[in-house]
């Protein structure tokens, strides 16, 4: 599990408004597909746009919460699900196991919703898009900034690089990396092995290690990872902000 129970997203260090509204809907994809989503629109718009990718537990409260942080940082933020065709879009409760329906999950399954999900971001609000994902969620982010998706950039905490698979090779859109320096899903080399292939590809890509994280350490709940948490923000916020021209893919 990528969080507890009890986890809450850390607040951006920059909160320039609240949230003018916000909550759960279902998105139809190209292959029949109906997905579960939350949205949350910012009272003070930035210009930018985030399609959000969750963990392996999908759509959390956890990630309703965070669109919300994102919302008051001035970002129009879509969060999307995962398991829409093996659950179903009801509401799911903690005792959800998302690893019994990972191996479920093919990558054109995600690249499917996700441009569903970027369509109806834009369809709300015409801007520049972000993706922005954590764990499965953040592997997959880097992935779609290859997937034809026109992302103007695609940032990822602690993402398992099985996940970018062969798009990796791939030119993108700019990436932005964000890793634990003590992950335990993840190891050092298989990150240089990812960011070897990125620079095959030629691909722009920043990366930034916190030393001693834990995996999942964006969480308001760890008190002796808040400087990283606030860090990361200002890094996504300072990344968006110089990438939000136009889309780069």
């Known amino acids: 599990m990528c969080h507890d129970i009890d986890s809450r997203p850390p607040a951006a260090p920059a909160v320039t408004g609240g949230v003018a509204e916000h909550g759960p809907l279902e998105i139809g994809a190209a292959d029949g597909n109906r997905l579960r989503a939350y949205r949350a ?5 930035n210009g930018r746009n985030v399609l959000l990718l969750p963990d392996v537990r999908g759509l959390h409260p956890f990630y309703a919460s965070l669109a919300q942080r994102f919302a008051e940082a001035g ?15 009801a509401p799911r409760d903690d005792s959800f196991d998302g690893y019994a329906h990972l191996p479920l ?9 996700a441009a569903a999900v970027a369509e109806t971001i834009r369809a709300w609000h015409p801007g520049p898009l972000f993706s922005v994902g954590f764990c499965l969620g953040g592997g997959y982010s880097w992935r779609l900034g290859a997937a034809g998706l026109g992302l103007s950039g695609a940032a990822g905490f602690y993402g398992p690089p099985r996940f970018v698979g ?12 964000l890793l634990a320096g003590d992950d ?7 990150y240089a092995e990812l960011t070897a292939a990125f620079d095959r590809a030629g691909k722009q890509y ?7 994280a834990p995996h999942s350490f964006f969480d308001d709940s760890y008190d002796q ?6 860090d990361a923000w200002h890094r996504i916020l300072a990344f968006t902000a110089r990438h939000g021209e136009q889309p780069n893919e």
Do not use: K, N
């Open 166 to 177: 062969d798009r990796a090779d791939q030119p993108s859109a700019p990436l932005l990396m």
């Open 75 to 89: 970002f129009h933020t879509l969060v999307m699900d995962y398991y829409g065709r093996s659950v179903g879009t």
């Open 41 to 45: 629109a910012p009272a003070v718009p």
């Open 184 to 190: 335990v899903a993840t190891t050092p080399r298989e």
């Open 206 to 212: 920043e990366a930034h290690t916190y030393e001693g």
């Open 225 to 230: 990872w808040q400087e990283a948490c606030t």
């Open 105 to 113: 999950l093919e990558p054109h399954h995600v690249e499917t919703d």
